[in-house]
């Protein structure tokens, strides 16, 4: 299922998510809904910031990761919270990741 979600995601959107897209993907009702939930720190992701550009991204990557724990979650599948991987801006040196 993994592979599915993520293949899908990939394959329109590439690498990085902006704010429009990941609202369409995770059914936030507006831009708005999303930077309100960010400001809350209730993002299922870690945000990425691109110096020189306004607006909120996400890796494509970590938005599938989510969905794929959701989808497991949902099936009954147990998912630990130590089987989530995490993700850090050491891993992202050239882009500056916000924590909320």
């Not at 909120?56 to 630990?80: C, I, N, P, W, Y």
């Amino acid at each position: 299922m993994q592979t599915n979600i993520h293949k899908s995601l990939w394959s329109i959107y590439g690498p990085l998510m902006d704010a429009k897209a990941i609202c369409k993907v995770l059914y936030y009702p507006s831009v708005a809904a999303l930077q309100a939930a960010k400001a809350r720190g209730q993002l299922p992701f870690l945000p990425v910031e691109i110096k020189g550009r306004r607006g909120l991204f996400a890796m494509t990557d970590e938005v599938a990761e989510f969905l794929t724990q959701a989808a497991q979650a949902r099936s009954g599948q147990q998912v630990k919270p130590d089987d989530i991987p995490r993700k850090t801006a050491a891993r992202r040196p050239h882009m500056t990741a916000s924590a909320q």
